[in-house]
């Protein structure tokens, strides 16, 4: 089973996109020097207030455009600030309570990263990538999933090891609490292993989640070292088994989840950086609850995308720019936005303060008791404790599983059924 630190068991992350988040050019027109963070100063009682015990950051090391594009890993980006700006924020961030953690981008690099610039020159730090001469001219490079601006790191290169577990280090050192490791899935397993371990000598509590979108989740968690992988299938099994009335689709995700937690703590979600709003998945918005019920009612380690608390909409696209709708800039604090979304906000901090109650769920075991392509009952224990869902999709009211007492519910006035697209919790 995974080693992870002792506090994750009560970890809730509010996942923010700085560069989006904050207003700044993601196209890389617009470098100008500004202290944007400080920004997320205004939100940190917000995501306190949500219920969150955690911030997770997206990329804020210097980067040409969107930040996945790394020019320099040990530099915050200028767009957003400098090192007194990060260090601020994390204090800050400490002193309410919140964990912080940051989006490590080590598959690839810029095109601008000094190293590879002078690789392109034919030095020494060519083994540092994947390069082919041809012709006499420019090497060609070896890209992340054919995207020409994000250049592949050689990560059989031992200095690429040792640069990586410096770079995870030094953050670590300034006060960072965790790294999302983004595509670890295109990282060769061994790399992991080699850098994981030394980074824990010196941070024996921080925490290491790996972006995982397909594959063998609990093998890739035992041979890199990693703490948690993102748990994609729960994703999808979430929005497409509401949308389709198709709740069997949700029980096999279920059997599929608690394998996993024989082994480690999924991070789980129904909202990130890249992909489609949730709000704008479902296509009924009566079930959007239902969703977010789900979330916070199985094991793992859950993580809410800023806006999705207030019912943000957003889809993405397959293009450039296509990822703006789903990282949009927030206004300078809460007081200002728009008031549709409380309902929603008011909702998770429901369901955020009943998980927090029961931390057991973090490894809790998800069974199902009833299954209906229209209704699923299911229940979520540690062996002592127990939580009963029961999420209806259909338009008749269902009986209420016995037993137990209602400790949340869509129709809280309602007693006895579980009515027409509503959802209970019972304890």
Known sequence: MSGEPGWVAHAVWWHVYPLGFAGADTRGADREPAHRLPLLENWLDYAVRLGASGLALGPIFDSSTHGYDTIDHRRIDP?????????????????????????????HVGLAFPRFQRALEGGPEAAWFHLTWA????????TFEGHRDLV??????????????DVMTHWLDRGADAWRLDAAYAVPREFWAEVLPRVRRAHPSAYFAGEVIHGDYDTIVRE??????????????IWSSLNDGNLFEL?????????YLDTFAPLTFVGNHDVTRLA??????????????????????????????????????????????VRPAFPASPEDLAPYGRPVYRLHQDLIGLRRRHPWLHRGRTDVIDIANGHLVYA??????????????????????????????????ATGTVPAHGWTITA
């Open 79 to 107: 767009r957003l600030g400098d090192d007194d700006d990060f260090d601020h924020l994390v204090r800050a961030a400490h002193d309410r309570g919140l964990r912080v953690m940051l989006d490590g981008v080590f598959n």
């Open 135 to 142: 012709g006499g001219g420019e090497p060609s490079h070896e």
């Open 152 to 165: 592949k790191l050689n990560h059989a290169n031992p200095d690429v090891a040792a640069y990586v577990a």
């Open 224 to 237: 890199t070292g990693m703490d948690s992988v993102t748990q994609y299938e729960l994703w999808k099994a």
């Open 251 to 259: 029980a096999w995700a279920f059997k599929r989840h608690n394998g």
């Open 280 to 325: 704008s998945r479902i296509e009924d918005e009566r079930h959007l609850s239902h969703a977010l019920v789900t979330l916070l009612t199985v094991g793992g380690t859950p993580s809410i995308y800023y806006g999705d608390e207030h019912a943000f909409r957003g889809v993405k696209e397959d293009r450039a720019g296509g990822d703006d709708a």
């Open 380 to 413: 979520t224990t540690d062996g002592r404790n127990r939580l009963t869902v029961a999420l209806n999709l259909g338009d008749a009211d269902l009986p209420l599983p016995p037993g137990g007492t209602i400790v949340l519910g869509s129709h809280p006035q």
